[in-house]
């Protein structure tokens, strides 16, 4: 069985040179963070650090399985609320705010990255208007 590519991952250590880059070739399989999981441990040959092939991500440090995370991800992106959330994919209240909080902070960031340089041309502001100007109006 051949080795999995770690050319997608990148060194999470902010003082090494190579951090943030992926595919740089200096990541090397470190032991196992979790073997019953699947969850290798990296190593950075450029600054000697080791990490968890979650790091960076939503569920880095945490024990929630990658299969509770797809089942609670689409609902919140939907829209639905943080009880119905729960119940509908199995786990707790709790569980749920936690992986919200730490999925909302790591799309800010990616959308933060992604979204650059975008020159607004048009605004509508009429939503704005039906939300927050029709309030004080008088029937």
Same mark, same amino acid.
């Given at each position: 069985?051949?080795?999995?590519?770690?050319?997608?991952?990148?060194?999470?250590?902010?003082?090494?040179?190579?951090?943030?880059?992926?595919?740089?070739?200096?990541?090397?399989? %470190?032991?196992?963070?979790?073997?019953?999981?699947?969850?290798?441990?990296?190593?950075?040959?450029?600054?000697?650090? %080791?990490?968890?092939?979650?790091?960076?991500?939503?569920?880095?440090?945490?024990?929630?399985?990658?299969?509770?995370?797809? +089942?609670? +991800?689409? %609902?919140?992106?939907?829209?639905?609320?943080?009880?119905?959330?729960?119940?509908?994919?199995?786990?707790?209240?709790?569980?749920?705010?936690?992986?919200?909080?730490?999925?909302?902070?790591?799309?800010?960031?990616?959308?933060? =990255?992604?979204?650059? %340089?975008?020159?607004?041309? =048009?605004? =509508?502001?009429?939503?704005?208007?039906?939300?927050?100007?029709?309030?004080? =109006? +008088?029937?």
């Amino acid at each position: 069985m051949s080795e999995p590519d770690w050319s997608g991952f990148a060194c999470p250590n902010s003082d090494c040179p190579t951090y943030g880059h992926k595919g740089r070739g200096n990541l090397r399989p %470190h032991g196992w963070s979790s073997k019953e999981r699947g969850l290798r441990c990296l190593r950075c040959t450029t600054c000697g650090k %080791h990490f968890s092939q979650r790091a960076g991500t939503p569920l880095y440090r945490t024990h929630l399985p990658e299969g509770k995370a797809l +089942a609670i +991800a689409p %609902h919140l992106a939907e829209g639905n609320g943080m009880r119905p959330t729960s119940r509908l994919a199995g786990v707790s209240l709790n569980t749920v705010l936690r992986f919200a909080r730490r999925a909302g902070g790591h799309a800010q960031e990616f959308h933060d =990255q992604m979204v650059q %340089h975008v020159e607004v041309n =048009q605004v =509508q502001g009429d939503e704005a208007w039906a939300c927050g100007g029709k309030k004080g =109006q +008088a029937l």
